[in-house]
């Protein structure tokens, strides 16, 4: 059964960089594309950005263009969100999602409905 697992959430000053990482197992991750979304309280799960594993094409959320980035270790089979200048709006669950459509533009990953597996999220809080 597939499935995924975040690591890295934390406590971070404001300006601070934090990373965080998703382990996907029990499927070809590989032929996928993973996407980060999170979801503040008392707030609707947003995107934040998402990559195809094989080309490492990405695309990003607006909120976090040039401050984010994500990446994907074939290696450690590891998909990670790099963070930086964070501020304390980015305070939220962090999940990891893979969807094995792959086919379509990257404009289209912003879509949670498009994800078939879903993390338990890690947190991530910024103090200000």
């Known amino acids: 059964q597939a499935r995924l697992a975040e690591s890295g959430g934390g406590l971070v000053q404001a300006g601070a960089s934090l990373s965080v990482s998703c382990k996907p197992s029990?499927?070809?991750?590989?032929?996928?594309?993973l996407g980060w979304f999170r979801q503040a309280p008392g707030k609707e799960r947003e995107f934040v950005a998402a990559?195809?594993?094989?080309?490492?094409?990405?695309v990003y959320a607006d909120s976090v263009l040039g401050r984010f980035s994500i990446s994907r270790d074939n290696a450690k089979n590891t998909v990670y969100l790099q963070m930086n200048s964070l501020k304390p709006e980015d305070t939220a669950v962090y999940y990891c999602?893979?969807?094995?459509?792959?086919?379509?533009?990257?404009?289209?990953?912003?879509?949670?409905?498009?994800?078939?597996?879903w993390g338990r999220g890690t947190q991530v809080t910024v103090s200000s």
């Open positions: 999602a893979s969807t094995p459509t792959l086919n379509i533009g990257m404009s289209s990953y912003t879509k949670p409905t498009l994800y078939d597996y």
């Open positions: 029990g499927r070809t991750f590989s032929t996928y594309a």
């Open positions: 990559i195809k594993w094989i080309s490492g094409d990405t």
